[in-house]
Nanobody, 124 residues
Framework: QVQLVESGGGLVQTGGSLRLSCVAS????????LGWFRQAPGKEREFVAA????????DYGDSVKGRFTISRDNAKNTVYLQMNSLKTDDTAVYYC?????????????????WGQGTQVTVSS
């Protein structure tokens, strides 16, 4: 089992930045690929970003490409999501998740473990 705990959400103005963190416990952190998803009220959960087990491969959803950066620190069992140039459309609950595959995955159905989520609210 892997347990994931997100933090770093909050309220920020349009154009601002936030850095989300997700700390994992359980089995060896480096054995899992990591991803970030988000869900706004009334909408389906949306893929945001993913990073491979070794950190050499990243993938981003079209709506955040060029603004968000995913990274991981295996020594700290932590994955990050740096969010810049935030828009009101970025308002959502953000979830981190883990999967056992070697390459990045954008399909939420392929992720085995999920955190509880952290709220990000972008105001104008």
């Amino acid at each position: 089992q892997v347990q994931l705990v997100e933090s770093g959400g909050g309220l920020v103005q349009t154009g601002g930045s936030l850095r989300l963190s997700c700390v994992a416990s359980g089995r060896t952190f480096s054995s899992y690929g990591l991803g970030w998803f988000r869900q706004a009220p009334g909408k389906e959960r949306e893929f945001v970003a993913a990073i491979s087990r070794g950190g050499g491969q990243t993938d981003y959803g079209d709506s955040v490409k060029g603004r968000f950066t995913i990274s991981r620190d295996n020594a700290k069992n932590t994955v990050y999501l740096q969010m810049n140039s935030l828009k009101t459309d970025d308002t959502a609950v953000y979830y981190c998740a883990a999967h056992p595959y070697y390459s990045t995955r954008a399909d939420e159905r392929q992720y085995n473990y999920w955190g509880q989520g952290t709220q990000v609210t972008v105001s104008s």
